[in-house]
Protein backbone atom coordinates (compact mmCIF):
# COMPACT_ATOMS: atom_id res chain seq x y z
CA UNK A 1 0.00 0.00 0.00
CA UNK A 2 1.25 3.68 -0.34
CA UNK A 3 3.19 5.31 2.56
CA UNK A 4 2.48 8.77 4.58
CA UNK A 5 4.83 9.45 7.01
CA UNK A 6 4.52 11.89 10.24
CA UNK A 7 6.95 14.16 11.81
CA UNK A 8 7.23 14.18 14.62
CA UNK A 9 5.89 11.44 15.90
CA UNK A 10 5.81 12.74 19.36
CA UNK A 11 6.04 16.55 21.06
CA UNK A 12 6.09 17.35 24.46
CA UNK A 13 5.72 21.68 24.64
CA UNK A 14 4.87 24.34 26.89
CA UNK A 15 1.81 26.00 26.75
CA UNK A 16 1.53 28.94 24.43
CA UNK A 17 3.75 28.12 22.29
CA UNK A 18 3.58 26.44 18.88
CA UNK A 19 3.98 23.26 17.02
CA UNK A 20 4.21 21.95 13.45
CA UNK A 21 3.32 18.39 12.52
CA UNK A 22 4.58 17.47 8.99
CA UNK A 23 2.58 14.60 6.81
CA UNK A 24 4.34 13.77 3.71
CA UNK A 25 2.99 11.07 1.08
CA UNK A 26 6.09 9.18 0.26
CA UNK A 27 5.26 7.27 -2.95
CA UNK A 28 2.51 8.99 -4.47
CA UNK A 29 0.79 12.48 -5.08
CA UNK A 30 -2.02 13.44 -2.81
CA UNK A 31 -4.44 16.24 -4.07
CA UNK A 32 -6.26 16.06 -1.02
CA UNK A 33 -4.82 15.83 2.61
CA UNK A 34 -6.94 15.44 5.45
CA UNK A 35 -6.37 15.90 9.28
CA UNK A 36 -8.08 14.28 12.61
CA UNK A 37 -7.55 14.30 15.92
CA UNK A 38 -8.26 11.33 17.94
CA UNK A 39 -8.93 10.81 21.60
CA UNK A 40 -8.40 7.65 23.85
CA UNK A 41 -10.02 4.82 23.27
CA UNK A 42 -12.05 6.68 20.75
CA UNK A 43 -13.15 7.50 16.91
CA UNK A 44 -11.03 10.04 14.61
CA UNK A 45 -12.27 13.05 14.54
CA UNK A 46 -11.67 15.15 11.24
CA UNK A 47 -10.30 18.67 11.79
CA UNK A 48 -10.17 20.08 8.18
CA UNK A 49 -9.82 18.78 4.45
CA UNK A 50 -6.96 20.13 2.58
CA UNK A 51 -6.72 20.09 -1.34
CA UNK A 52 -3.17 21.22 -2.95
CA UNK A 53 -2.61 24.90 -3.76
CA UNK A 54 -6.12 25.77 -1.66
CA UNK A 55 -7.03 26.96 1.53
CA UNK A 56 -8.08 24.27 3.90
CA UNK A 57 -11.90 23.52 4.85
CA UNK A 58 -12.49 23.23 8.19
CA UNK A 59 -14.89 21.08 10.44
CA UNK A 60 -17.41 22.84 12.40
CA UNK A 61 -15.99 23.56 15.63
CA UNK A 62 -12.57 23.64 14.87
CA UNK A 63 -10.58 27.20 15.11
CA UNK A 64 -8.89 27.94 11.50
CA UNK A 65 -6.48 30.51 13.18
CA UNK A 66 -5.42 28.22 16.17
CA UNK A 67 -5.11 25.38 13.57
CA UNK A 68 -2.69 26.09 10.79
CA UNK A 69 -2.60 23.67 7.71
CA UNK A 70 -1.27 24.37 4.65
CA UNK A 71 -0.53 21.76 1.70
CA UNK A 72 1.85 23.93 -0.68
CA UNK A 73 3.01 20.95 -2.63
CA UNK A 74 1.85 17.41 -3.93
CA UNK A 75 4.01 15.43 -1.05
CA UNK A 76 3.40 17.45 1.86
CA UNK A 77 1.04 19.12 4.30
CA UNK A 78 1.56 20.57 7.76
CA UNK A 79 -0.43 21.29 10.64
CA UNK A 80 1.24 24.03 13.63
CA UNK A 81 -0.80 24.30 16.51
CA UNK A 82 -0.90 27.52 17.65
CA UNK A 83 -0.28 28.71 21.31
CA UNK A 84 -0.68 25.32 22.42
CA UNK A 85 -2.91 24.52 25.64
CA UNK A 86 -2.76 21.47 27.82
CA UNK A 87 -6.65 20.45 26.19
CA UNK A 88 -4.60 20.46 22.66
CA UNK A 89 -2.93 17.67 23.79
CA UNK A 90 -4.38 14.59 21.69
CA UNK A 91 -2.82 12.27 19.29
CA UNK A 92 -3.15 13.88 15.70
CA UNK A 93 -2.66 12.01 12.62
CA UNK A 94 -2.69 12.77 8.71
CA UNK A 95 -4.01 10.53 5.89
CA UNK A 96 -3.72 11.25 2.30
CA UNK A 97 -5.56 10.62 -1.25
CA UNK A 98 -4.52 10.58 -4.44
CA UNK A 99 -6.31 12.21 -7.42
CA UNK A 100 -9.51 10.31 -8.40
CA UNK A 101 -8.85 7.92 -5.77
CA UNK A 102 -11.04 6.53 -3.34
CA UNK A 103 -8.29 5.09 -0.73
CA UNK A 104 -6.98 6.71 1.80
CA UNK A 105 -3.78 5.83 3.38
CA UNK A 106 -2.92 7.17 7.17
CA UNK A 107 0.20 8.38 8.54
CA UNK A 108 1.70 7.03 11.83
CA UNK A 109 0.58 9.67 13.91
CA UNK A 110 1.81 12.32 16.51
CA UNK A 111 1.11 12.58 20.02
CA UNK A 112 1.45 15.98 20.92
CA UNK A 113 1.52 16.86 25.31
CA UNK A 114 1.39 20.12 26.14
CA UNK A 115 2.24 21.23 29.52
CA UNK B 1 -26.08 13.59 13.80
CA UNK B 2 -24.09 10.13 14.09
CA UNK B 3 -23.96 8.68 9.66
CA UNK B 4 -22.20 5.05 10.54
CA UNK B 5 -23.08 3.39 13.35
CA UNK B 6 -20.94 0.21 14.45
CA UNK B 7 -21.46 -2.63 16.92
CA UNK B 8 -20.38 -4.32 19.03
CA UNK B 9 -18.11 -1.61 21.09
CA UNK B 10 -15.93 -4.58 22.13
CA UNK B 11 -15.82 -8.35 21.36
CA UNK B 12 -13.96 -11.03 23.25
CA UNK B 13 -12.89 -14.54 20.72
CA UNK B 14 -10.93 -17.47 21.22
CA UNK B 15 -8.29 -17.86 18.33
CA UNK B 16 -9.83 -19.61 15.86
CA UNK B 17 -13.14 -17.84 15.94
CA UNK B 18 -14.72 -15.77 13.45
CA UNK B 19 -15.40 -12.45 14.88
CA UNK B 20 -17.98 -10.32 13.13
CA UNK B 21 -18.24 -6.60 13.07
CA UNK B 22 -21.59 -4.77 11.74
CA UNK B 23 -21.82 -0.92 10.51
CA UNK B 24 -24.87 0.74 9.51
CA UNK B 25 -25.30 3.58 7.07
CA UNK B 26 -27.81 6.32 6.62
CA UNK B 27 -26.79 7.98 3.39
CA UNK B 28 -27.83 6.73 0.03
CA UNK B 29 -25.01 8.43 -1.63
CA UNK B 30 -21.95 7.04 -0.17
CA UNK B 31 -20.16 4.38 -2.15
CA UNK B 32 -17.07 3.36 -0.63
CA UNK B 33 -17.18 1.38 2.27
CA UNK B 34 -13.46 0.65 3.71
CA UNK B 35 -12.51 -0.97 7.16
CA UNK B 36 -9.40 0.35 9.30
CA UNK B 37 -7.25 -1.69 11.62
CA UNK B 38 -5.25 0.35 14.47
CA UNK B 39 -3.15 -0.90 16.96
CA UNK B 40 -2.46 1.78 20.21
CA UNK B 41 -0.02 4.44 19.79
CA UNK B 42 -0.44 3.64 15.51
CA UNK B 43 -2.48 5.34 12.72
CA UNK B 44 -5.23 3.48 11.45
CA UNK B 45 -4.07 1.04 8.39
CA UNK B 46 -6.53 0.26 5.36
CA UNK B 47 -7.49 -3.34 5.94
CA UNK B 48 -10.01 -3.86 2.84
CA UNK B 49 -13.10 -1.95 0.74
CA UNK B 50 -15.72 -2.63 -0.99
CA UNK B 51 -18.12 -0.57 -3.61
CA UNK B 52 -21.98 -0.80 -3.28
CA UNK B 53 -21.73 -2.67 -6.82
CA UNK B 54 -20.56 -6.37 -4.95
CA UNK B 55 -22.27 -8.38 -2.17
CA UNK B 56 -18.81 -9.71 -0.96
CA UNK B 57 -14.98 -9.09 -1.21
CA UNK B 58 -12.21 -11.54 0.61
CA UNK B 59 -8.61 -10.64 0.89
CA UNK B 60 -7.32 -13.28 3.13
CA UNK B 61 -8.84 -13.88 6.08
CA UNK B 62 -10.99 -10.74 5.90
CA UNK B 63 -14.23 -10.79 4.40
CA UNK B 64 -17.06 -7.83 3.55
CA UNK B 65 -20.28 -8.36 3.41
CA UNK B 66 -22.49 -6.10 1.77
CA UNK B 67 -25.97 -4.97 2.22
CA UNK B 68 -27.39 -2.71 -0.06
CA UNK B 69 -31.38 -2.54 0.47
CA UNK B 70 -30.06 -3.01 4.22
CA UNK B 71 -27.92 -0.35 4.18
CA UNK B 72 -25.76 -2.86 6.05
CA UNK B 73 -22.10 -4.20 5.89
CA UNK B 74 -20.19 -5.82 7.99
CA UNK B 75 -16.33 -7.07 8.41
CA UNK B 76 -15.74 -11.31 9.36
CA UNK B 77 -12.08 -12.67 10.22
CA UNK B 78 -11.37 -16.14 9.69
CA UNK B 79 -9.43 -18.03 11.91
CA UNK B 80 -8.56 -15.00 13.97
CA UNK B 81 -5.24 -14.57 15.71
CA UNK B 82 -4.38 -12.94 18.63
CA UNK B 83 -2.21 -10.71 16.65
CA UNK B 84 -5.11 -9.48 15.12
CA UNK B 85 -6.39 -8.03 18.65
CA UNK B 86 -6.56 -4.08 17.79
CA UNK B 87 -9.34 -1.60 17.21
CA UNK B 88 -11.60 -1.95 14.09
CA UNK B 89 -13.22 1.12 12.23
CA UNK B 90 -15.14 1.11 9.26
CA UNK B 91 -15.79 3.97 7.33
CA UNK B 92 -17.74 5.36 4.26
CA UNK B 93 -17.56 7.90 1.91
CA UNK B 94 -19.26 9.62 -1.41
CA UNK B 95 -17.72 9.21 -4.67
CA UNK B 96 -17.22 12.92 -5.13
CA UNK B 97 -13.09 13.08 -5.20
CA UNK B 98 -11.81 14.72 -1.96
CA UNK B 99 -14.74 13.38 0.55
CA UNK B 100 -14.01 12.76 3.19
CA UNK B 101 -14.45 9.17 5.34
CA UNK B 102 -16.74 9.02 8.02
CA UNK B 103 -15.75 6.57 10.43
CA UNK B 104 -18.09 4.68 12.69
CA UNK B 105 -17.04 4.31 16.77
CA UNK B 106 -14.76 1.63 16.57
CA UNK B 107 -14.74 -2.05 17.72
CA UNK B 108 -11.96 -3.34 19.97
CA UNK B 109 -11.16 -6.73 19.63
CA UNK B 110 -9.83 -9.47 21.79
CA UNK B 111 -8.47 -13.25 20.56
CA UNK B 112 -7.52 -15.40 23.37
CA UNK B 113 -4.98 -18.17 22.79
Known amino acids: GAVVSQHPSWVICKSGTSVKIECRSLDFQATTMFWYRQFPKQSLMLMATSNEGSKATYEQGVEKDKFLINHASLTLSTLTVTSAHPEDSSFYIC???????????FGPGTRLTVL | QQQVKQSPQSLIVQKGGIPIINCAYENTAFDYFPWYQQFPGKGPALLIAIRPDVSEKKEGRFTISFNKSAKQFSLHIMDSQPGDSATYFC????????????FGKGTTLSVSS
Open chain 1, 95 to 105: SARASQKHEQF
Open chain 2, 91 to 102: AASMGQAGTALI
